[in-house]
């Protein structure tokens, strides 16, 4: 490990990397307890202790939300943005034909996301002010309209921050921006957990800190496991005539990796899972009845925990599937091996080659799902057992996020150093 560190920090290139990415953190941390005036910290600490919803939320957005700090919503609505482009990219022909024009119509599907969670930030601002002072009473006095604008711009301008931030990071080649930013926010926050349980602990809570210990290992062991896990698919090419050069026939193979989207599902689950029950308490304070009973009902039902486990659960398996429809395409898969003389044995190259593709991926994807899923709604399957159960369905949570998101970077840093090796050569 140690050979590995410091062949990490021979590379100059990647040395560079590394300490701007290490520097990006820190200055999004440091930005993290800037606050905004007019809060009262103490009793909004309080709050989210008392409401899982909002304690999830806090850790989604990496501690900025418990100092209502001037990135308080995180890089929350640059995801729902890219949520929703992608979304649009199955069902708008002209954003779908977009997304097949290469790095060119990415960049713009890019630039779309980018101005899309503008709107969305000064939403979901407004919306969380709206809910703080009709949820928490005493966190948020009297504002008038324009200190309410005021919150609102310095809030999205914050997130607009953090998305430019992820998009310097993701650059470096050390891993996804978004996830890293997020990555950071929960690692920030493990020693004040772990000081909370040192200060509070006492000889009744000891079953509850085992069982919350084997849950993150296995948690821990599963996620390696579906993070690793590939399957190869073999491929042969034929000899082809390369100028006046005969090059030989060679086998190759296709690696079909068990979770190519990573740690973006669970992103993208949370927040959606988010969005009902905020909505919902917005709207419990409205005129209208029959919009108050319904929002009553919404948070009665993710209240029960098995409703939430349910639906978490799913969202995870869904997004797994469509993040991974959006990544890998197997027509192109196909065609690119056509197009290179390659071709899997036993199979006809072009559509044969593209549906083969496509089952195998299916049910590499189904395990690679529902284990992940599993994991996801451990926690949630085991708290009737423990005391304290919002700190364990956290952890899970965040678990999940930390080793998908660690993994990436070392899978990055020794692609990069695999890379640089051969070059030398």
Do not use: C
Not at 50 to 76: K, W, Y
Not at 130 to 143: E, F, K, N, P
Not at 244 to 251: D, F, L, Q, V
């Amino acid at each position: 490990m140690w050979e590995k560190f410091k062949q990490i920090w021979t590379v100059p290139e990647l040395r560079k990397s590394i300490l701007f990415v290490l520097g990006m953190l820190v200055l999004f941390r440091f930005v993290a307890h800037i606050p905004v005036p007019g809060v009262d910290l103490v009793k909004l600490r309080l709050f989210l202790e008392s409401n899982q919803v909002f304690g999830l939320l806090n850790i989604f957005s990496g501690g900025t939300f418990e100092n209502f700090s001037v990135v308080l919503m995180g890089v929350a609505p640059y995801i729902t943005a890219s949520i929703i482009l992608q979304l649009l990219q199955m069902i708008v022909p002209q954003l779908e034909e977009l997304g097949k024009e290469g790095e060119q119509g990415q960049q713009k599907i890019n630039q779309y996301t980018r101005l899309l969670a503008v709107p969305l930030a000064l939403l979901q601002s407004y919306g969380m002010i709206t809910l703080l002072r009709t949820s928490a009473q005493g966190v948020i006095g009297d504002l008038s309209a324009f200190q309410i604008i005021t919150i609102m711009i310095t809030i999205t301008g914050g997130t607009m921050f953090l998305m430019w931030i992820g998009e310097l990071i993701s650059e470096k080649k050390i891993g996804n921006g978004i996830s890293l930013l997020i990555f950071a926010g929960i690692v920030s926050s493990l020693p004040t957990y772990a000081q909370q349980l040192y200060a509070t602990y006492d000889q009744s809570q000891l079953f509850d800190t085992v069982l919350f210990v084997a849950l993150a290992l296995i948690t821990i062991i599963g996620v390696v496991v579906i993070t690793q896990g590939q399957r190869n698919i073999p491929v042969q090419y034929a000899r082809q005539m390369r100028g006046t050069r005969m090059t030989a026939a060679s086998t190759s193979f296709l690696p079909l990796k068990v979770n190519m989207a990573g740690v973006i599902p669970i992103i993208f689950a949370i927040s959606m899972i988010l969005f009902p029950p905020m909505i919902a308490q917005f709207l419990v304070k409205a005129k209208t009845a029959w919009i108050v009973s319904a929002a009553e009902w919404v948070i009665r039902t993710f209240q029960n925990q098995l409703v939430y486990g349910v639906i978490y659960f799913l969202l995870v398996i869904g997004f797994t599937f469509f993040y991974t429809a959006v990544i890998f395409q197997p027509d192109k898969v196909a065609e690119n091996l056509q197009k290179q003389g390659g071709f899997i044995p036993g199979i006809r190259p072009g559509t044969a080659t593209s549906a083969y593709l496509g089952q195998v991926m299916v049910r590499i994807v189904l395990a690679g799902a529902l284990f992940l899923g599993i994991i996801a709604v451990l926690p949630l399957a085991v708290q009737q057992f423990l005391t304290h159960t919002r700190s364990l369905v956290v952890g899970g949570t965040s678990l999940l996020i930390v080793v998908s998101v660690a993994i990436e970077i070392v899978n990055q840093i020794d692609a990069q150093l695999t890379m640089r090796q051969y070059d030398r050569v």
